[in-house]
């Protein structure tokens, strides 16, 4: 279980990025942040891992506040996938994906099987591209392999900013569904930041609401449906109903009389 | 004529190429061992990054040659203060020199590009490094550097031209390198040499910077086969390089020569004798007056031929005349007495610095002697060697004579010459042992008042030397054995001739023997 608690992060003077934030995701859950640009949802992501720092406020994993951990190694037990996949551009696909076990120290054969493992777990040929160097794959497959590095080392949480956003719509739908059913097997606690509200509600257990750097509503995909807290919450949630009837108008026009 | 030119250049080359190399890697092995860690700090410090970058730039915009000259008084300071000190005396000639001045010239490059690098890195890389868990350490060493080695590969690249080219500067603080072929090439009007030494530097600095352009394609390609072979082909180019100079460096004397054709010849006679007594040597040629008695003193030179007038105004900083045979005794006992050095004898010629004219002008204006040119000076100009102005016998013709001239010019010895026969200048200042005073139809002009000292030609041992009973037997029988005429023909041969230095010694050496 992950909670935050009255989290604030300045940036300098000015606005906070996120201010006096309070959330629990339960364990196994599968929560999306979204909202619009500058709402504070990515900065939340990057303050779970301790890449930057609250200024104020705890948070704290399974009962511990991470302020009191080794930061290095609470980054090793938690998965992170970029929105620019932020792959090693020098490193093959393999090696890669053993980043964290080989910081970890695991063992030659180990991590090459493990590799092996997550390379059919995300759909990728191990003989086919393993050796290859992020550049020679298409965006789909090197997104593939960011999700690959990220649960390298068996981490039970994982951290997604904007993953799918750079791809192509068809590759998106495919790698959420994709990513959807790895987090269903291996029982993952996933926070996976977007500003596509069809991403949202298509994978999301729980969809968080964020504006201004608060919670403007948290709830399963039904709930915000049902009773969207103001007209912002609803405006965001019709979106993707707006651009399936526009869709449907486009395909079928009404005849001419 | 330029065969024997070549063979004498092919023939010093492995000595030359060998010393060029090992003082090259050295001084680019050690500049990397510092600007790559200094560059990575600075990387990440603003405070630090600004000076280190100005100071290599300023170090960059010191000419090559004053900076390996500053080392020199620089080392024999410290040298001084060591030797109180610890008792540990540091050679302030020679390698070490040329070693720090060549190691603070190839920093910039490494520093700025090193720097750059790091810094123009991608920020998602660096953050994806720390969000898969890396300390900043494992960030730099498995990330950051892997990705910057092309661009750091570019600057050691830069680095390695610019040593292997300046590194041909270092001849005259007593190191050898291919600068060797040019200094005295230059001074000899051998031009063969000149270029041999031009072209080997050249090919030597292209074939590394090709190898290290294969190494940095291999790192930005990744291609462990180009990295490899990069690197096997530096180690050949550097081990091949340096097979010649295998047993030679130690237990060989050191034999010294000033910049000037009679220097080279008379070292060149010194190894030759030294060899047939089994005495296996190495010589030194184009180092400064000064440079050269420091190092004799110190023993980084273990023989040398110094003329008598030179260390009794320099050294000794006297300024009476006592008369030839006087001061040739006093210049000896002072040298034993002070240094420990040995006088082991005039050769038995003089090579006095006089002031010379053209003979037809000097007819035209009836000027015999210094005190005849004194009147007129002040319409003439006056050409020097690049010694000779800021020497103490100037100055004891300028105030003996009250002499003082409308323009003061230093030139390269050979073009001294040229100038004053051309009519570009009036006076220059000659050795009277020069063989072309006679072809340029020279008038000397007489020392009424004796402001210049005798300078009769000494062969000196280094304080260890002087202890060396065979090496001061072997040496001994070129006393008194060489007189003005045959010097004088014998540095003609080399002027005139374009014979080499070592041709003319054997020459030398049969007439010596007769």
Redo the contacts between chains.
Sequence with gaps: MIRLEGVRKDYGAGTPAVRSLTLEIQEKEFAVLIGPSGSGKSTTLLLLNRLIEPSAGTIAIDGQNISALDPVALRRRIGFVFQGIGLFPHLTVSENIAITPRLLGWSRQEIAARVRELLELVHLAPERYGERLPKQLSGGEQQRVGVARALAARPNIMLMDEPFGALDPLVRDELGTDYRDIHDRLGLTTILVTHDMTEALLLADRIVVMRDGGIVQSGTPQQLIDAPSDDFVRHMIDSPRRRAQRLAAALNPIPAP | MSNGAFAAAMAVLPDYLGQHVLLSVSALLLGIAISLPLAIVSAQSRSLREPVLALANIVQTIPGLALLALFYPVLLALSVFTARAFGLRIPALGFLPALLALTLYSMLPVLRNTIAALMGLDP??K?????????PR?SLL??EL??AAPVIMAGIRIAAVWVIGTATLSTPVGQTSLGNYIFTGLQTENWIFVLFGCVAAGALALVIDRLLALAETGFAQ?SRARLIAAFIGVVVVIAASLVPLIGTASGRAVIGAKNFEEQYILSAVIADQLAKAGVPSIRRSDLGSTIIFRALVAGDVDAYVDYSGTIWANEMHRHDMPGRAAVLQQVARWLKTTYGILDVGSLGFENAYVLAMRRDKAKALDIETLADLAAYAPRMKIGGDYEFFSRPEWASIVKTYRMHFAVQRSYQPTFMYRALSDGDVDVISAFSSDGRIAEYHLKLLSDPKSALPPYDAVLLLSPKRAQDAKFFAALKPLAGRIDLTTMQRANLMVDRDKRTPEDVAKWLVQRIRK
Excluded: F
């Design positions: 998602a890389v953050t994806a490094a720390r969000a898969v868990g890396m300390t494992q498995i990330v892997p990705l990744r």
